[in-house]
Every structure is written in C-alpha cells, then in structure tokens.
Nanobody, 124 residues
Framework: EVQLQASGGGLVQAGGSLRLSCTVS????????IGWFRQAPGKEREGVSCLRRTDGNTYYSDSVKGRATITSDSAKNTVYLQMNSVKPEDTAVYFCAADTRYGQCLTAPLYRSWGQGTLVTVSS
C-alpha cells in the first residue's frame, strides 16, 4: 500500500520561502511519478510540480515556474517542493501524489495514491 505524508505548511509572509516535504512508503521509486498539487478555497485542484522518475524530468505549472523547485531524496523516500518569492495567491492546501504509471504528471487523474494535504497560508 502506498502511503504519502505531506508536511511543511504554515504561515509565511509574501516574498518569503517555504519547503514542503512528502514522505512516501510502499512506492517503487524506479518508476512512475510524484507530483505536488494544490487547492485553494472555491477552486479546482491544480498541478504545481512533478517529477517523473522514469526519465528524471521535472515539470512546473506556469503559476510557479521560476519560483519552485522539486527534488527528491531516494534514501529518505522524500520529495521536496521548495518555493521562493511566495505570493498570497499561493495560499492553498498542498497535496502530494504518487503513481507508477507513465503519463502527464501534472494532471491529477494520473495518480491513484494521495497524501493528506498541508495548508500553506501566505500573508500580504
């Protein structure tokens, strides 16, 4: 059973930085993808960033491109999302997800395993 635990959310001032962590268990790191998504109140879930293990490629949404970096530490079974120059519009619950399938890794339907969210609030 794949289990994901997201952490690192909290209150941060606009212009600041944060790092979210997603610890994964029961997942084959050699294949598939791990992604970060977010959902703001009243809005649809949005793909933020993902790492496709199959080819090592990383992807970012236009809303965070240039401000976010996704990395992984296989020894710790953890994927990180570093976000800099955060904005109030980054306020959302952030989720991580994982799947062994190959596909568009910024799209939620690819993922069958999800962690609980961690709330990020950016104050202006």
């Amino acid at each position: 059973e794949v289990q994901l635990q997201a952490s690192g959310g909290g209150l941060v001032q606009a212009g600041g930085s944060l790092r979210l962590s997603c610890t994964v268990s029961g997942f084959t790191w050699k294949n598939g993808a791990i992604g970060w998504f977010r959902q703001a109140p009243g809005k649809e879930r949005e793909g933020v960033s993902c790492l496709r293990r199959t080819d090592g490629n990383t992807y970012y949404s236009d809303s965070v491109k240039g401000r976010a970096t996704i990395t992984s530490d296989s020894a710790k079974n953890t994927v990180y999302l570093q976000m800099n120059s955060v904005k109030p519009e980054d306020t959302a619950v952030y989720f991580c997800a994982a799947d062994t399938r190959y596909g568009q890794c910024l799209t939620a339907p690819l993922y069958r395993s999800w962690g609980q969210g961690t709330l990020v609030t950016v104050s202006s």
